[in-house]
Structure formats: C-alpha cells, structure tokens
C-alpha cells in the first residue's frame, strides 16, 4: 500500500491500484486513467493522504494493525491528562520491543552481507553529481505567521513520544524482517507519512517546528528518538532551503533513516560510559551501511535517500566514514542529514559523552563547517532552522532578564521568538505566567536584542 497526497495526482497516470480514502472508500479502481476532472475532483483534498492499495480490506487492516501496536507500544501513548505528571520509563527504552538478541544478531549478519554487496554495485550509480536545488538558505519572507494553535509543553512531550513510539515499532519490523526473511516487503509508506506530517508542521508554524526535536526532554541512547529528532531537524533545513516537497520528503527520510543501524551496534557497545578504542570505534563505525542495508528493503527509497544514509558521516576533506569519501562526492543530503543528525545527538544525553549545550554544539558545527570538513551551507540551514540561539536554550536579553527561546524567524537567526522568565520566590527562573512572548524579528524590539546564552533549558 501507498500513500500520496491528494493534490500529487497528475493528469495521464494510470492508477496500478485502487485509490482508497483512509476509511476504505474507494475512489477508483486499478487501471484507471486519471483525466484533468478527475485529478480536480480527488485534487481538492490537497494534502490529505490517500492510499493505492489492491482493496478496502488492506486498507482498514493496515490502521487496524497499526493501532492496535500503537497500543502496544509503551511510549505510544495519548496525550497526558492536563497536570499529570509524567511516568518514569519502566521499561529499557533501548530494547525493540518483542526482539531478542539472537534475531539482533541474526539481523547484523545480514546487514553486513547486503551492505557490502549494495555499496559494491550501488556506491557509484549514487556518487553522480545531482540536480537538485543547492544548499542555501532561500529569501526569507518579510513577514512570517504562524498558525494558530501550537502544542503546549504536556501535548509536544505526548506528541514526540507518540512519534518515537512509532518509529520504534516501525523499526523493530524492519529489524525482524531482515533477520527472519532476509529484508524486503516492507514499503517506505509508513516513514513518508511522519515526513509530511512534519512538512505540513513546518509550514504552518515555521519558526516554532524546531521544538518538536529541541524542546523536549530525551532519553539518554534511545535509537527511535535520535532518529526522529534528526527528521524534525532535516525537514525543516530542507524547508528553509526552499526545496520542494518531494526533495524535503527525500531529506527528512534520509536524516531519519541514517541512524537506522545504531539498533545493530551491539548494545553494551554503545552504553559504554567512557571513550572507545579503536576495534570499538570500527563497531560503531559500521552503522551507516548497516543504516543502508536497513534502507534498501524499503520498496519505494529513492536513491538519492539510500546516499543520505550511507554517506551520512562523511567529511568533505575526505576524514569521514565508511568510505572516506571527498568534496563533490559526498550527496547533498549526506551533508544535510550528517548536520541534522550530528545536532540533534550532540544535544541528547549520551553515555560516553555529556549532552552538549545548544549554543556549543551549534557553535562546534559552525567550527567544523569553517574548516571545510562539513558543508557550511547545510550548517547555515541549520542555523536558519534553529537559531543562532537554538530553540530550547535560555538567554539574557540586553534589558538583562532572562528568557528561553522559543523560535527562530526565517532569514533572522539572531532574532529569535523568546519567553520571558522572572526569579522565582525561591530564587529559581521560572516562566512568566500569563504570556511574556517577545518577538525579537518585529521592528518594534529593535532596541532589544540576546545579549548571551546563559544555560540551556
Ligand atoms: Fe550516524
């Protein structure tokens, strides 16, 4: 089953399958010649989904089976009750629910056979040089509005576990599909739909997106988390970029799909709480082809994402890794992906490394961008997307009161949307109640500005 964006279908396609609302209904049949009417009939749908399937039945089986593991997921609850207070995790966050060691050590071996063979016969069809639209930043608009109605902080905390939620489940059927059957069978249809989700999030509130990576709490090595985090941050640097949405559709799976093979790193690898030796760094080092071997069973992964994953950790000046790949050789999207995916981990906790402050690890990508071993342009997306002053981090304006960010305008990273805070009666910062947004981008706060980052929040 496919899904696709009413608004896609173009006149002349012929339908390989029946077209089905998410309910079941069906539209039209396998065969079916799409005309101008037709495309304007279905076509006012815009950006709701619709699935070419061969029947209802695989429709309303697919969302059968997909709520009922959402339900069975641990973290792929529903929004918490107003003033509820979180849970601690119970459960080992790192684990796939339902595998066991054996079938991740099944599904390991299988990656290293097909991700040798695939950058055997696919490494030099995916190092052509690309047509896409370049790296940078697009003319910014004069004036940004955002939708109304964003996520308070319980909804966005409920929203990214539910999300992470999904990608774990959707992950540990990739990872028993391999070990079991050998991959293949399964379609990029799932992660496509979270891509545009997130897409449509991005154009509806532009400045404040960056918060569905940045501004919530994370679990220090949860694989499913990371991956998400990176796909928030990849859509919305493709966005900024001006691509279209069949390129930032391309770049979310490949910033969400590169760590895909952490899962496969032995876990006690990836748990140790000091710094590896080389035969340990060589272990971690195999996860993009691991991630691409993961990739490649998906039917429906354009090439142009299988790059992404693969190249994801290599440096222009030829240092990086798998294949220690130089300049023009490295894909586009490796480069988008590679800066997606190295902020949101460096802002995570992690066990062999202490979460890095948001402005630091900004500051350390700009460094590395400026020593032309990543793409500075990706990094200026990336600071377009997040800030100068990272969305999460806290700040002291020039009126010397404290605030958290809270987003970043287009094209004026220096000027972010802040909340204000006040010291509490405990002498502890605490948000302002009753409002205290100031937008530093609105000509009338000239005269204030972020005079430092203070700590992160
Ligand atoms: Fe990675």
Redesign the pocket.
Known sequence: MIAIEAGQLRPGRVLSKGLYTRDGRKLLGPGAVLTEEVCRAVGAGGKDLLYLASSAGEVSSHFRQRSGERARQPTGRAAPAPGAVPRARDEDPCELPGLSSEAISEARRWARGRSDELIRSGASRWLRPDARPPLTPARPRAVWREGVGWFDADELRAFFAERAGMVRGWLTRVVSRAGEAGGDGLTIEEPLEWVIELGRLAGRYPRRCAQLALAVERTEDDPAEQMYAACVLGVLMACRAGWPASLVSEAGLASLL??AG?VLVPRALRRLRRSLDDTEINGVRR??SWSLALASTLAGVPDGVLAGVLQ??ERLDGSGYPLGLRGAAVHDLARLAGVA?DYAASVSPRAYKPRARAFTALGGLIGLGAAKKIDRRAVALLADAVGLFPVGSRVRLSSGVPASVVGSTPGRPDRPLVRVMMEGEDGTERFRTGGGLIDLADPSRAGLRVEKPVEDG
């Open positions: 590169c760590d952490m996860h993009p994801h950790h995916n």
